[in-house]
């Protein structure tokens, strides 16, 4: 199940309304956000197809409760995978004047102010733009959250419904559609928030925390290895200086200091220059060692 289809689940199971206009603005998203107008026998009909049988019998069971027996609905198996459901209704004009989306002269296709005046309606209307228009990416894949309508205007309605709630989406035409993003996180969260997806909202959270421990984890293990790698690298250049002078004229020809370390070198292959020191008695810092080992390096190369 894509996690599109999971947050259209939780919204639809979570969202009974107890106001009965919340149920025209709902209605009122779903329509905006996937009503197409088709010519056919009868004239012009308002076609609404979806993928997703939860919300074609959501914006049908709504129909039929607010406006009676005005709609059909058919289902097309166009593959073993695709079923799509296609609600029709003859009376669009009416239809789209009573759910608030057209003047009375039923030009402008927008969002009327019985709508954007009321909170919960507000709150209702997002909600059905998202059953009927919006999808999010996979949150363990990237943050994106889109609403896609062929109507401008109401995108631009949208935008300033969303900003009523300090959500501050952004706007793009793609293809001849009208998009309404985000791709922050923290506002994904906060939208499905406000529509009701508290599930979802968890599984983000959590997908987030896990990749920020992943993330850290990755970084400590990086830095371990990479310190390690020097500690290696180091002590094998010095224990072959040490070999070299043991193999050329012994250790004992070494002033007692450098003979002292290289023998502890030898015995502590690796252990860092740190570590090296503070075997010593009196314990000498890194610098200590550091100098000692260079002098041993430099005898060795000279003896090559
Ligand atoms: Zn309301």
Redo the contacts with the bound molecule.
């Keep these: 199940m894509s996690f599109t289809a999971k947050v259209k689940e939780e919204i639809i199971k979570k969202s009974v309304h107890r ?1 009965g ?2 149920n025209y ?1 709902e209605l009122a998203g779903i329509l905006a956000y996937s009503a197409v107008f088709k010519e056919s026998r009868d004239g012009v009909v308002l076609q609404i197809v979806f993928e997703n049988a939860d919300v074609a019998m959501r914006c049908y069971n709504l129909i039929q409760k607010l406006f009676g027996n005005i709609a059909t609905i058919e289902k097309k198996q166009y593959s073993t995978r695709h079923t799509l459901y296609k609600i029709k209704v003859a009376d669009i004009r009416q239809l789209l004047q009573n759910v608030g989306l057209t003047d009375t002269d039923g030009v402008a296709f927008h969002v009327s102010p019985d709508i954007t005046s ?1 909170k ?2 507000r709150k ?1 209307f997002v909600r059905g733009a998202f059953l009927g228009g919006g999808s999010i990416a996979d949150p363990e894949k990237r943050y994106h959250f889109e609403f896609v309508t062929t109507h401008y205007l109401i995108s631009e309605d949208m935008k300033q419904i969303l900003e009523t709630f300090h959500i501050h989406a952004k706007n793009v035409t793609r293809q001849s559609k009208y998009v309404t993003y985000l791709k922050d996180s923290e506002t994904i969260c906060d939208l499905l928030t406000m529509m009701g997806a508290y599930s979802c909202v968890l599984d983000i959270y959590n997908t987030k925390i896990y990749k920020e421990i992943k993330n850290q984890a990755n970084r400590v293990t990086n830095f371990e290895s990479a310190n390690i790698t020097k500690v290696v690298d180091a002590s094998i250049r010095q224990v072959e200086a040490i070999r070299t002078i043991e193999q050329q004229r012994g250790l004992e020809s070494l002033d007692p200091p450098l003979q002292e370390i290289a023998r502890l070198r030898l015995q502590n292959p690796d252990i860092s220059m740190l570590e090296l020191g503070q075997l010593l008695t009196p314990a000498i810092g890194k610098s200590g060692v550091n100098h000692r080992m260079r002098k041993l390096i430099d005898i060795a190369d000279k003896l090559r």
Excluded: G, L, M, N
């Design positions: 106001k206009c919340c603005a009321q919960c309606c209702a």
